[in-house]
Each structure stands twice: as C-alpha cells, then as structure tokens.
C-alpha cells in the first residue's frame, strides 16, 4: 500500500486474509511505501535487492529454465523464488513477465524514484485489487482487506452486478463495489504518485495458424501438453489431480502418471450422488492408472451450510454449482496434504470444447448464417433476446424458453447482447476461443481460485501454460471442431496416452445437478432471502422481476439456466449481507 503512514493499518490488511495462508503478516517500509504478504505464502516475506523490494503470491513453474538463463547470464542466482523473480525483473525489466510460467500477482518497489509496479499473470490465475485511500493507493489479493480500512465506503457497483446477472461475470478491471478494482491479468501497471493506476498490457496471444497435416498438429499438441504436465508436477509430492469423467482431466492422469511411474497421486472426483457418471467415470480412470482416489458425495442439501461461506470466499460471486465441489474437493485434498490441486481448467476455451462452440464451428463454415447464429450464441451467453426473425424462431423452437432474461439491475444500464461475431471466415471459432482464453477466462478462473485457496491448496492447469496455448492456436478451426465431436485434434493427440472408450467419451458438466430435489433446496434458501419487502428495501432489483423468477413449475424443477438465474440472486444477496450490510468478516451461523 501507498502513503498509509501507520503499519499496524498495513498489518491490519494482511490478517484480514489469514486464511489464504501464514501466522502473520510481515511488511517492510520502504519510503512512503508498505509491502507485506504471509508468512508461509511462496515468498514468505518482502524481498529485498538494493533498491528494489518485491511481494508476490506466486507459484512459478519454470524456475529451473530462469535459473539457467540468469547463470547463462552471468547473474548468480540465491536460493528462493522470490530471489529468483526479483533477479529476473532485475535482469531483464518488464520484459520478464512474459518469461514467468505460472501464476503470480506482485508488487514491486523500486526506490530510485518511490515507484511501485503492478503485476498479474497471463491467465489471471492470481488475483489483485487496488483501491484509493487516505490520497494513496492499497492493494491486496482479496478485497475484504480493505473493509477494515478506516473510512472506507462501501457502496455498489450497479453496472457490475448487472454484468453479474447477464453473464455470471465481472467487468475485467471492476468489482461489485464500484470503489475498488482490480488489474486486469497480462498487465502490469506503473502506480503514479497520486494513486493512479493504468494497466499496461504485457502479454498477447496471437492466431498463429499453420497450414499442415493433422498429424502434425496432433505431435505439437502433445508435445506441448506433456511438457505443461512435467513442469506442474516436478517437485510435488503428492501429485494431486481432481478428476471428472471427461478427456481432459483423464489425459492429465494418463500423462502424469507415465511422467511419474513410482510416484504417489491422489486424485479426486466429486458429484452430487452416487451414481454420477462423471464419479464413475473418474473411478475407472483412477483404477486404470493406479491412482489413491477419493469420491465426494456434495448433495443439493449443502447449500445450506456451505452457501455463505462461499460467498465469503468468492467476493464477487460469479460461481456455479461446480465451484462448490471445487470447495469440497480442495477441503479434501488438504486432509490429504495435497499442496498443489491439478484440474483442466481452460482446455475448452483453447480447443473448442463447449456446446456453445459447436454453434461458432457452423459460424464459420455457413458464412449467410454468421449474423443469425451470432445472435443464437448471444442469447445463450446472455440470455438477451434475438432481434432477428429466424434468430428468435430457432431459440424459440430448439430452447424452448429454457433461458429466461436477467433481471434488470435498478439504475443499470440495461442487458446487452455480445458484440456480432467477428469477420474471421472459416476462423470464426478460433478467434472467439482466443479472445475469451485472453480476456474471458481471467473473468472466471478467480472462482477456482478462490474455491482452492479456502483449503489452503493451489491449482494449476497445464491448458494454460504459455506454450500449449500458442499451441493450441498454431490449429485451424476444423481440426478443433467438425461438427460432431469437440476436440478433435487433443482426442487424436492423446491416443497413446488414453484407452479409445475414455478418449471418446462425451463431455458432460461436472457440477451439482439442477434436480427437482437440488430446486427444492435452491427455493428453500432463496424464498426468505429474496422476499418482495427484502428485495424492496435493497433497492438493487425490482421484487417483480425476482418474484417472477421465482415462480417454479408445479411439483417441477427450473431448468437449469433458469435455476442458475435464482442460483446468482441468492448469491448476490448474500454477498450484499456480508459485504454491504457487514464488514467483510467471515459469516457466523
């Protein structure tokens, strides 16, 4: 933080995120400036280097290769990865950040001139908000510390909580109070002596298609993907895995283990009941590996108990169902003494594995139906209605009213539909999943975070390692999806890695299903929560928008985008209870 002038205030930051990890917080003033971080996190402590002085949350997984470079260099390196990330941006400036692979948020004085730079990593793995305060700037990991700040206002960020309703997403650089931000993930940001903050952008993932044979992709695909996977399990011991049912997490399994023949993994698979194909699924990959599995049990029943503290967790609640059987699972793999919880997060995003991309793939091969069928694939992202004719008439037809629009934020600006589909021809799936794998997936990966961080534990996916994503988009869009089968170019990739049952198995959601028994909680929860007098006296919503969402077929459940609308309203009023209301301290029953 900037300019606080008092440590026990900066030392009052630090124990508001206890539960991220350490006994204590340590800080070092350096000028007008206060860094601190725990004291068992990755670096511990502040490190410092002559002029400089470094903090960071970081998990960094290719430090042998930095070390190396650095000697090469003829920098001698001291042991720790703090000393080793402050070598490096020492050694090379800014320009070592698009080195780093891994995860990481930082901060970096430099007392030459009282600057202070601000960092994320590519994938937003690692979260960091900053607000203004007292003239000055404080930043931190999670935004709860800045509720025990003296004076500080809390108040709500309309247009970020309608974001919140529409796409179950934050604005890239706003939170749900519209006093507090947080840097985008690929920035860095120079902090001006006023408080300033204005991200720069450091990293960028281009369409770098290649023109070549199938095979060809498949080699580099994965080549790619082992090397991803060597580098996130070197060193752990246990090599944790959270393991679904589908190609992805299977193929990290496959590849893991053949990396580490002797080595002890855990792997974990959760559901909602027993007989959840995607539990039975995990418990034959992990029985053909010879992997020490657990399964998890997460009924409908749990959102109870396990909804506030959740939302506590999360902040910003952007979470479906499935980020409470990351809770779970990460809870799990603790008892365990798991540290570092694999899963493969963003490997749709890259290779064009969602039901949605199936409609981008038609995109780009029948270009006279690009406007309509990007009108269809807005809707389903957002849940605004189709201005065109045979647009409104397919949704209506195939969806059959299954998505119900957001309720409007009072004093919001109104939902809005995505932007039309880019003008990429046959490449109009690439060019989505790049842009979403660039900026959409930092939006969303702070739930998994989040979810692991509550436990203790970190994650790591080898899908978005630098490398395998520039990989991933060397391919054209027709060796990703052809229509009928997702993924095509990882399926053939892994042949060698994955029996031919498990590589085509198709893929279905890992979460806690939208049953009749999971609404019948769901409106439990919801009815006194979002009652008309409450919701009236909130002043964030209109009650007969909510009054109506909550309407459910008699002696029938919602369906699932449908459930997922009240899902988020409870979830939002549970964050104004804690956030707005309270002082960001962890909710007591």
């Known amino acids: 933080m900037i300019r606080c002038g008092d440590p026990e205030v900066a030392r009052g930051l630090g124990e508001r995120l206890a539960h991220r990890g350490g006994v204590s917080s340590e800080i070092a003033q350096v000028g007008p400036v206060w860094l601190g971080a725990r004291s068992d996190t990755d670096l511990g402590q502040p490190v410092t280097k002559g002029p400089l002085t470094l903090v960071a949350d970081l998990q960094l997984f290719n430090a042998p290769e930095l070390a190396r470079e650095l000697e090469g260099a003829g920098v001698v390196c001291e042991t720790g990865l703090g000393r080793l990330l402050l070598a490096a941006l020492e050694t090379w400036g800014l320009d070592a950040l698009e080195r780093l692979n891994g995860a990481f948020a930082l901060a970096l004085h430099d007392a030459r001139d009282d600057s202070v730079l601000l960092a994320r990593d590519l994938a937003g793995a690692r979260p960091l908000y900053h607000t203004r305060w007292h003239g000055g700037l404080v930043f931190a990991s999670e935004y709860k510390a800045f509720l025990g700040l003296p004076g500080f206002v809390r108040r709500p960020n309309r247009a970020a909580l309608q974001n919140l309703h529409t796409r179950k997403l934050m604005p890239a650089t706003d939170t749900l109070l519209d006093t507090v931000h947080q840097l985008p993930a690929g920035c860095h940001a120079r902090v001006s002596s006023d408080g300033n903050v204005k991200a720069v952008r450091y990293w960028d993932l281009s369409l770098d298609l290649r023109e070549r ?28 895995l959270s393991l679904s049912g589908g190609v992805d997490s299977m193929a990290m399994l496959a590849a893991a283990r053949r990396a580490n023949p002797e080595r002890r993994i855990c792997t974990f698979s959760a559901g909602d009941a027993p007989g959840d194909p995607e539990i039975d699924w995990a418990a034959r990959a992990a029985k053909h590996f010879g992997s020490e599995h657990e399964t998890l049990i997460v009924p409908a029943e749990t959102l109870r108990t396990d909804l506030p503290h959740l939302v506590w967790h999360l902040e910003d609640p952007i979470a479906r169902t499935e980020t409470l059987l990351y809770y779970r699972t990460a809870l799990e793999a603790q008892r365990k003494q798991v540290r570092v919880l694999l899963a493969g997060h963003g490997a749709d995003g890259a290779l064009g594995g969602m039901a949605r991309h199936q409609i981008l793939a038609l995109a780009g091969r029948v270009p006279l139906g690009r406007g309509t069928l990007g009108e269809i694939y807005s809707f389903t992202q957002t849940g605004v209605a189709p201005r065109g004719v045979l647009a409104r008439l397919l949704t209506s037809l195939v969806l059959r009213n299954q998505i119900p629009p957001a309720p409007q934020v009072l004093g919001a600006p109104p939902p809005a539909a995505l932007a039309a589909l880019p003008r990429a021809g046959p490449e109009i799936l690439n060019e989505v999943c790049r842009m979403a794998t660039l900026t959409g997936l930092p939006l969303w990966l702070p739930k998994v975070e989040r979810a692991h961080v509550a436990a203790r534990v970190s994650f790591a996916s080898p899908f978005v390692d630098p490398e395998f994503l520039r990989a991933a988009f060397r391919v054209p869009s027709r060796y990703k999806h052809t229509l009928r089968q997702d993924k095509m170019v990882f399926r053939q990739a892994i042949a060698g890695l994955l029996p031919e049952d498990f590589r085509h198995r198709p893929k279905f959601a890992q979460r806690i299903r939208e049953t009749l028994r999971f609404c019948e909680v769901l409106e439990e929860v919801a009815r006194p929560l979002l009652s008309r007098a409450r919701v009236a006296q909130r002043g964030l919503l209109d009650p007969d928008d909510v009054a109506r969402l909550l309407e459910r077929p008699r002696h029938g459940a919602w369906p699932p985008e449908h459930a997922m609308r009240i899902w988020t309203l409870v979830l939002g009023e549970l964050w104004a209870e804690i956030f707005l209301d309270g002082d960001g301290r962890y909710p007591t029953p």
């Open 213 to 240: 044979p199938l095979r060809e992709h498949c080699d580099d695909i994965l080549e790619s993907f082992l090397r991803a996977m060597e580098r996130r399990t070197r060193g752990t011991d246990p090599i944790g």
